[in-house]
């Protein structure tokens, strides 16, 4: 059979979604999740939208309003406090030193340590982004498309590049933002 004879099976058709949830997963309310996502004993907000192909891992914990966008990687040890964005193909990490193996055997969960991650309220992780495991992306801070975040982000700070470095120290948002929670703006 010629490839474009190949009959694919259609979402409309099956009415199946393709996706898995698993029962341990803590779904907050309004949760939106598109096809083809992988989600296992992480906690999601709620109003969280999360595109398709998205996985998060066990562990993992997703605000309210938090917005994650297609083909992203959300591992064991990532916590994105509320209303944080996450572009598309965005890769956490949790393990800094990653080996295949310990003493000529498959590692197991006894053998490393996962690394947490924090990405604060309000932030924004570009497209294309990799964070290195243990860093605090600071509220309301912006990666841009493509960087490799191996250090803390200040709030507020826009940060880009292999590695990434900073690009404008803050944000009028983030400032607005801080007045506002210290009561000092009407
Ligand atoms: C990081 C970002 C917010 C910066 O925007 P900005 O404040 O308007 O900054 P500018 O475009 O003026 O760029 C400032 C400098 O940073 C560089 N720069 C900007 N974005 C960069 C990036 N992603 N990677 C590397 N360098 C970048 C620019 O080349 C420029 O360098 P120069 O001064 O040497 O010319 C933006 O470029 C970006 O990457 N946004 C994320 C987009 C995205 O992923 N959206 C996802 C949903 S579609």
Not at 110 to 139: F, H, M, N
Not at 154 to 164: E, F, K, L
Not at 168 to 181: G, V
């Amino acid at each position: 059979m010629a490839p474009t004879d190949i009959e694919l099976p259609s979402m409309s058709q099956s009415h199946e979604p393709v996706q898995r949830i698993a029962p341990d997963v803590k779904l907050g309310r309004n949760v939106r999740i598109f096809s083809f996502t992988n989600l296992y004993g992480c906690e999601i907000g709620d109003d969280v939208k999360i595109g398709t192909f998205v996985e998060i891992q066990k562990g993992a914990k997703i605000g309210s309003r938090c917005k994650i966008s297609s083909h992203t990687f959300v591992c064991e040890g990532v916590t994105l406090e509320e209303e944080v964005f996450i572009g598309h193909h965005v890769v956490f990490t949790n393990d800094r030193y990653p080996r295949s193996t310990a003493n000529g055997k498959l590692q197991t969960e006894a053998d490393w340590v996962c690394i947490p991650t924090l990405v604060k309220r309000g932030a924004s992780i570009g497209s294309g982004a990799v964070l290195l495991c243990g860093i605090t992306i600071g509220e309301n801070a912006m990666i841009g498309a493509g960087s490799v975040v191996t250090r803390d982000v200040p709030a507020g700070a826009t940060v880009a590049g292999n590695p990434a470095r900073i690009v404008r120290p803050r944000s009028q948002k983030a400032d607005a933002t801080n007045l506002i929670a210290a009561g000092q703006s009407t």
